[in-house]
Structures are given as structure tokens and as C-alpha cells.
């Protein structure tokens, strides 16, 4: 049987478990007897046919290491027709029969436009902003999330110091989670996020009345898509009398060793995307046999599929239904943060 050749690449922002994932990606399909291709920079390395033949030892120290050593670039041109046209050339080019896309929503959607071109892909969720609706966690998140709670630890003795408020920004355009998340864990007495608006009037009033009780410091936690913290705490000086800072921790939230749960999703995960390619292989090596031929057509044509976590199970969706169903915000911690945060 022809033995045959996948693609991996990382898109979008790095997250710290993409290594992991790609490490998993190689060894899973060198063990199912298939060549693997890294695609460097993303989707323009894909446009451009900038890989590399990788093996066991391309991905023997890696695992530990944050970022992606793929690299990663934003790809306007693949955003175009002709962009992924030229990539769909590239696949065909190198005779390569599925890819592996290792990214966020973005990225998810340039997997979708590739395998709506007959390339099979399947995506797996590394984005630091768990902003994925098919999976409960992508990978970075956690790692993420415990860099945040170890930044909110360190400002709490400052601000205890000081008998001040500190406002700690954290990433999270469109999602609120590691806000949430890191809100929660850090003991914040606030947590301002997109999916739950809350008046900047009322989180100052709420900080007011914390003072008056005796309750000299606090911590809010806002995911940038709520709001600017240094625009926040002008905002409280002004009506108000709390001494208040901001810090931004920016893109420190995404560097740094991945956590050992990050590591092992990106494992699963890795695994059961190359698990999906093999599956379809062996469908179009039935097809050409000649059976099956035309009940699997459609399924070759448009074979695109996501991998995520639920209640601790790898899971796979179909591609289509990942990129148009909406994140889920938990709300009944964002409510539980309310009750703990009572004084």
C-alpha cells in the first residue's frame, strides 16, 4: 500500500501545549505508517511550500517548550481565493493526503475553506483564550490561566502593602474565560468580562462600599474585551475616593512551559487527529478498490472534523458545526465569584 504523506501546521497566536501537540501529530502518524510534512509559518508556508520532512527526533524536545516551533504568522493572503487555491496546489503538489491545523477560530475556519476544497483536514483547538465552543478546554488555556493566578498572587502582597486596589487585564477579546477562570482562583473581588456587562458605575460603587466596611484592598480581574484596565481605574478615581492601579500582563500570558494537563490534551488530541486522517485514508484506498465508492463521495470530498475534550472524553464534530456553534460562558461560576467574593 502507498504510504501516505500529512501535513501539520500551527496558526494564529501561539499557545503554550502546541509543541506537544505537534510532537503527538508526528509520532502517532510515524506509528501508523504515514510520512508527516511541518508546514513552517502557518497557512503561508502552506501558500509558499515552506516544509520540512519530520521524524522521531524532529520532535524528540520539544514537549516542554512554549510558543511553537513551527513558528506561526497571520496569513492575509490565505484569507483570499487565490490564497487557498495556491495552497490547495501546494497539498497537491507534495502529494499530501490530509492536514493538521493546530490553531484558534481563525484557524479553524482555514480548515474548513481547505477541506471544502477536497483537502482533508481535521483542527485542533490551541488557543490560550479556550474561545473553542466544541471542546470544554483548548490547549494553552490552562497554562494561561495559572500564569494570570500566579501574577494576581504576587500584586496581592503589593496591594495589601499599599491598602490599594489593583486591576489586573488579562486577554480575552471575545471571551471572558481566563479572566473568569483566573478571577476565581485568585480570590478577585470583581470580574468584568464581555459575555456578563457589568457598569463600570457599579463595579466603582462596589469597590466604594468595600472601603467603607473596612475592606482596604481588592483585586478586578477584566478580559480586554470588557474594557481597558487603565481606562477603568481613571474611571474609579474619579468618582471615587479608592487608590487604584492597573497592571497588564499581556503577552506574558502566552509564553512559558506548557502544564502537565496541557501537555497530555495536546497529546489526546494529537492522537485522535491523525487517527481521523488514517480513518479517511483507508476509506479512499476501499473507494478506489471499488466499493463504497459512491456512499463515501461526499464524505472525501468535504472530510473535515474538529477534536475536543467533553466530561474528559477526545471527542471529534464536524468541522462546519465547530465553527458556527457559539461559546458557552459559564455562567454559574461567574455567579459563584459573586457569592465568594462577599465581605
Not at 481535521?122 to 490561566?145: K, L
Not at 480586554?224 to 474611571?235: H, I, L, Q, S, T
Request: glycine residues 10%; hydrophobic residues 40%; charged residues 25%.
Amino acid at each position: 500500500m502507498e504510504q501516505k504523506t500529512i501535513a501539520v501546521l500551527t496558526s494564529g497566536g501561539d499557545a503554550p501545549g502546541m509543541n506537544a501537540a505537534v510532537r503527538a501529530v508526528v509520532r502517532t502518524a510515524i506509528a501508523n505508517d504515514m510520512r508527516v510534512l511541518g508546514v513552517r509559518r502557518g497557512y503561508d508556508g502552506l501558500i509558499h511550500g515552506d516544509m520540512i520532512p519530520m521524524n522521531l527526533r524532529s520532535v524528540s524536545d520539544i514537549i516542554q517548550n512554549g510558543g511553537t516551533a513551527l513558528f506561526t504568522a497571520r496569513s492575509p493572503a490565505f484569507m483570499t481565493e487565490e490564497g487557498q487555491k495556491q495552497a490547495v496546489d501546494t497539498c497537491k503538489k507534495f502529494d499530501i493526503s490530509g492536514v493538521v491545523v493546530i490553531g484558534g477560530d481563525g484557524s479553524f475556519r482555514g480548515a474548513k475553506a481547505l477541506c471544502e476544497k477536497g483537502i482533508p483536514c481535521v483542527a485542533i483547538p490551541g488557543t490560550i483564550d479556550n474561545d473553542i465552543a466544541c471542546t470544554e478546554y483548548t490547549i494553552g488555556f490552562d497554562t494561561a490561566m495559572n500564569t494570570a493566578v500566579e501574577m494576581v498572587d504576587r500584586l496581592r502582597d503589593t496591594t495589601e502593602s499599599h491598602n490599594r486596589c489593583s486591576v489586573v487585564e488579562v486577554m480575552g477579546r471575545r471571551c471572558g474565560d481566563i479572566a473568569l477562570w483566573a478571577g476565581v482562583a485568585g480570590a478577585a473581588d470583581i470580574i468584568l468580562v464581555p459575555e456578563r456587562p457589568l457598569s463600570w458605575a457599579d463595579a466603582a460603587n462596589r469597590l466604594a462600599a468595600n472601603k467603607l466596611r473596612g475592606q482596604l484592598t481588592s483585586i478586578v480581574m477584566i478580559a480586554e474585551g470588557a474594557g481597558k484596565a487603565e481606562d477603568f481605574c481613571e474611571y474609579v478615581r474619579k468618582y471615587t475616593d479608592v487608590e487604584i492601579k492597573a497592571t497588564v500582563l499581556g503577552y506574558i500570558q502566552r509564553g512559558g512551559n506548557p502544564s502537565a494537563f496541557d501537555r497530555v490534551l495536546a497529546a489526546k488530541m494529537g492522537q485522535r487527529a491523525v487517527e481521523l486522517l488514517a480513518d479517511e485514508a483507508n476509506m479512499r484506498g476501499t473507494d478506489r478498490a471499488g466499493s463504497r465508492a459512491a456512499e463515501n463521495n461526499d464524505l472525501r470530498e468535504n472530510f473535515g472534523y474538529a477534536v475536543g475534550i467533553r466530561e474528559n472524553r477526545i471527542i471529534s464534530v464536524p468541522l462546519a458545526e465547530a465553527v458556527s456553534t457559539r461559546d458557552c460562558f459559564d455562567d454559574k461560576l461567574y455567579d459563584l465569584n459573586s457569592v465568594m467574593a462577599k465581605f
